[in-house]
Each structure stands twice: as C-alpha cells, then as structure tokens.
C-alpha cells in the first residue's frame, strides 16, 4: 500500500463523490415525481392512458439503464435531444428510478388492507382526504423501506455515467488506476467513498422509518 | 429527423455475433454466480467463523459498491500480473459481484429452513455433511428460486456493462458500426429492444420454474 498516493489522491476522489452525490439526489428528486406520474396514470378508467403507463413501465424495467443511457445521449442528437453529460445522467437515471419507483409506491399502497378505504369513505372522507390522511401514512413505513432500496441502487447505477463522461467518482477512480498504476489503493479509497454514501442513504431511510412508524406499537 | 435502420440491418450479423457473445458470458456468469452463491452461503454458515469472517466480508463489499467500479479495479488490477483476456475478466467480475448477492438469499433461505429438519435428519442416521447436502441445501435452493431468477434477470441487463472493459457483447458489437454508420439512436433502439425481447423469455421462464416448484416450497 503506498499511502501517500492515497493522501494525494484523496481530494480528488471526494471531489469525485460530491458529483455522485449530486446526480443520485437529484435522479432520486426527480425520480419521485416521475414515479407518483406513473402511480397516478395507472388509477386512470381510460385504459389507454393505463397502458401507456404499464407499457412504459415494462420497457424500462426490461431493457438495461446502460443502453438507455448510451441511447439518449449518443443516440438523442439525431431527434433533436442535446444534454450536456450530467443533465443527461440526471435525467435518465429519473425516468429509470421512476419506473422501479412507481412499482413500489404502488405495492404499498396496495398493502393497505382495502376494509380502510371503505371505512374511510362510509364516515364521510372524500377520495382524496381518504388517501392523504388513511391510505398514506398508512402506506408509509413500507414506501420508505422499499423506496430506499431503490435510492441506494440509484447511488450505485449512478457509476454507470462515467460511460458518458461525467467525471464522478467511478471515472475519476479509473482514470486515477489507468496514471498510477495503483488498482488497489485507489480503488479501497472509492470503495470506501461509496460504502459511506451508502450507509448515510441508510441512516437517512433508518430515520424516515423510525419517523414513519412512530405512533405504531409493535 | 428520419430514421434510418437500413444500416442496423446491413450489420445485423456483427450485432448477432454480440448476442452470441453476451448470452455466453451471461451462461457463464449465471452456472458460476449460482454455484459460487451457494458454497460460499454453506461455508459462511457451517464453517467456523475464521473462514466465513473473509467471505462475509467479500459479500458486504460486493453489495455496497457499483459494479462498474469492480469491473475495472479487476481489469486493471489483474491486468498487473497477467494478462487475461476481457471477456474472461468481465465473466469472473460479473460473476463475483452476482455470486454475492446469490450467497445473500441463499444463506436467508438455508436459515429458514427449519432446525427440525436437521434433528430429524441426524435421528435418522444422516451424517453432519449429508444432511446439509441432502435435506438442507435443497431445500433451500427452491426456495431461493423465485430470488434467484430476480438476480439473473437483473445480470443478463448487467452484461451490458461489460463493454466498458471492452467485452464483444452487443453494445460493444455496435460500436464500430455506429462509428462508421453515424446512426447511433436506431443502433441503441434495436440493442434496447433486443434485449427487451430477451427480458420478456426470461420473465416467462422465471414464471414457468415457479410454478413448477411451488409445491415444493
């Protein structure tokens, strides 16, 4: 181990990490809108509108984020879509995340026993009242653990837009490999940067939980 | 903006050739990850805590970091002392990284099978070893199905990521052509839908095993 390279290269790397950070929170940001988009296209009586959201949901899940990402960025200039490297990591990671997302707002929902709805609506709550203030909360301890899953799949998908050039922590870490030489210290140095990524989205999802499930008694 | 897929299928055959290449190491990758996944759980479970201290700790690193970063640090790290070709770095790289969360679900499953079956196993007259190999591990394994099948769909979209160290699979196959072609959005739209079409067979597959197993579980 020579660990005066690791001291040298240590800011690099967290300036590294910082731009992972920045394109996981906000693909998880905007990822959450798209995916409450989704969740709600589906309650839609207009099948149509349905299938559009349970076809676009499928093609998502069933095609890999790597070509997705190498389609739009590569393949978006020739429909008129022109992203700079970290909008476009951004972005695709949200309409990627969303549609995982999606599946999972919508699974606890669902695990919301439907005797609670009806009861809700028999005293008298509107649709949305019955929603915000019976279904939600109700909701909310299994959203939270299966919507942190997902972010810290996310914070490790985001390695991925090294391919198109964005200079996180991943391609930091292999450019650092290729000058020096070093594959193992520079890579402990970017394994430990992302397992305490890792642990601090979930100490964040520990918290929310334990926030969520606070009035519970087990 | 007019779309343009003469070219994809002038070079249908070298994207063919991908495929190949790509379902091979996802063969590969799936007999290694499964097998792997399943000693390393039995060695982590029923070996003293000498041996299994290292393999859990391979298992939590695997899980906690990307793979693309694993790929790389074993592409340029063996790539030190020997010289191995990529698509065999990118088999045992894949190959790891899905072994570990393999070993994860079946040390779950080898703990949700009941003590009662190991007592009444021994009472019987089975051996320590033969009842882990005969009762235990297969029952776990069924039950490990419906995840595993989970893993492996997630793994057949992972071997995509090996054309960043230069594995001939499909997205690495198009690379010359979009560069002599300049037609990369019909390019990436085919692989997307190739790989699409093989994610449907795979979930139809998965449904299939489970359904047939699921008397088992």
Redesign the interface.
């Known amino acids: 181990m020579d660990f005066n390279l690791m001291v040298e290269v240590t800011p690099l790397l967290i300036e590294a990490a910082w731009v992972t950070i920045d394109v996981s929170a906000r693909s998880m940001f905007f990822g959450f809108f798209v995916a409450c988009g989704l969740v709600f296209l589906q309650s839609f009586r207009f099948a149509p509108i349905r299938w559009f959201a349970r076809g676009y949901i499928s093609v998502v899940r069933g095609t890999p984020y790597f070509v997705q990402l190498l389609l739009v960025f590569y393949g978006g200039p020739s429909i008129g879509v022109r992203l700079d490297p970290i909008t476009c990591g951004v972005f695709v990671g949200a309409f990627n995340i969303g549609a995982y997302m999606s599946e999972a707002i919508r699974g606890s929902i669902e695990s919301v026993d439907s005797g609670q709805t009806e009861a809700a609506r028999s005293v008298g709550f509107g649709k949305v009242q019955t929603m915000v203030s019976i279904v939600l909360p109700q909701a909310a301890p299994l959203m939270i653990r299966s919507v942190g899953v997902l972010a810290i799949v996310l914070v490790k998908n985001s390695s991925l837009v090294s391919i198109i050039s964005v200079v996180e922590l991943t391609y930091q870490a292999q450019r650092l490999i290729g000058s020096t030489y070093k594959p193992l210290e520079i890579f402990t140095l970017s394994a430990l940067m992302y397992i305490v990524i890792v642990y601090a989205v979930m100490g964040i999802i520990e918290l929310a939980y334990r926030r969520a499930t606070r009035y519970t008694t087990q | 903006?007019e779309f343009d897929f003469g070219p994809v299928i002038t070079y249908f055959p070298t994207l063919l050739k991908g495929l190949g290449v790509g379902s091979l190491v996802a063969v590969a990758v799936a007999f290694l990850s499964v097998v792997g996944g399943l000693v390393v759980a039995v060695i982590s479970i029923y070996i003293n805590k000498v041996v299994s201290w290292p393999l859990r700790f391979f298992i939590w690193?695997f899980m906690?970091?990307?793979?693309?970063?694993q790929l790389?640090?074993l592409y340029?790290?063996l790539g030190?002392w020997i010289l191995i070709p990529a698509i065999l770095v990118g088999i045992l790289g894949l190959g790891f990284h899905y072994m570990a969360y393999n070993a994860d679900i079946f040390i779950a499953t080898i703990k949700s099978v009941s003590g009662g079956q190991y007592e009444a196993s021994r009472s019987i007259g089975f051996g320590h070893v033969a009842t882990i190999f005969y009762i235990i591990v297969p029952q776990a394994f069924i039950r490990a199905i419906p995840q595993l099948g989970n893993n492996m769909i997630l793994m057949v979209?992972?071997t995509?990521?090996l054309?960043?160290i230069g594995v001939a699979e499909l997205?690495h196959a198009s690379q010359y052509a979009?560069s002599v072609t300049f037609?990369?959005?019909?390019?990436?739209?085919v692989?997307?839908l190739l790989?699409?079409v093989i994610?449907?067979f795979m979930e139809l597959g998965q449904a299939w095993l489970e359904r047939q197993t699921a008397y088992r579980r």
């Open positions: 903006m690193l906690t970091t990307p793979l693309l970063l790389y640090f340029f790290g030190e979209k992972d995509s990521v054309s960043a997205v979009i037609r990369p959005f019909e390019f990436f739209i692989i997307a790989y699409y994610n449907i």
